[in-house]
């Protein structure tokens, strides 16, 4: 059974940091690419980062130069490091698997074959 864990989510002031985990189960991360997304209330799940299996990762740009996504194949996880977070990054947060070609990277959410329960993320002012 696949599984993808959220983990690292709080409540932070603006201009804080947090990390966010993606811990994977049920298969072997490093063959396949993974995405995080986020859900606003009332809002569309949204493209935040995604990494390919060779390691090649793109942001949204309204993350760009403030959230990094990096991958540990040991650790069978994957992590958004969120830096300099502001009010409009509130959110739950999802992380979700594809497997693909080893360069595929997608910013569509229907491409994802799994996903994780969440995780809520909450920046004050």
């Known amino acids: 059974q696949v599984q993808l864990v959220e983990s690292g989510g709080g409540l932070v002031q603006a201009g804080g940091s947090l990390r966010l985990s993606c811990a994977a189960s049920g298969l072997t991360i490093s063959n396949y690419a993974v995405g995080w997304f986020r859900q606003a209330p009332e809002g569309e799940r949204d493209f935040v980062a995604a990494i390919n299996k060779i390691g090649v990762a793109i942001h949204a740009d309204s993350v760009k130069g403030r959230f990094t996504i990096s991958r540990d194949n040991a650790k069978n996880t994957v992590y958004l490091q969120m830096n300099n977070l502001k009010p409009e990054d509130t959110a739950v947060y999802y992380c979700?698997?594809?497997?693909?070609?080893?360069?595929?990277?997608?910013?569509?959410?229907?491409?994802?074959?799994?996903w994780g329960q969440g995780t809520q993320v909450t920046v004050s002012r």
């Open positions: 979700a698997a594809r497997n693909s070609g080893s360069s595929s990277l997608s910013t569509i959410p229907g491409a994802y074959a799994y």
